[in-house]
């Protein structure tokens, strides 16, 4: 996160917005966490583990979409319907 979703101040390193005061300690967990479901997925499609890739994968974007992750959706989506990987 770079900018406080309330004030939309650039963000350090602190828990704390310095213009606004907003506790941001909940959501920089989140965006660990999906960041954690990424590298996972990341694991998961490197192992060949495309359902696990998936899931690891719909779940990250559940707590913080980003483009990375979309962007490896479309690619299992893509591969599964142009690749047999029976």
């Known amino acids: ?4 979703p309330n004030c ?3 963000l350090g390193e602190e828990a704390n917005c310095r213009r606004c005061g907003l506790d ?3 959501l920089i ?3 660990q966490a999906a960041e954690r479901l990424l590298i996972a997925g990341v694991g998961h499609l490197l192992a060949d583990e495309r359902e696990a890739a ?3 994968l719909l779940r990250s974007r559940a707590l913080h979409d980003t483009d ?3 962007s490896l959706l ?4 893509y591969s599964e319907k142009h ?3 029976g």
């Open 8 to 10: 939309r101040a650039r």
């Open 29 to 31: 967990e989140t965006e």
């Open 54 to 56: 998936r899931q690891s």
């Open 24 to 26: 941001l300690s909940r």
């Open 74 to 77: 479309d690619f299992l989506k």
């Open 68 to 70: 990375l992750v979309g």
């Open 83 to 85: 690749f047999n990987h």
């Open 1 to 4: 996160m770079e900018r406080c």
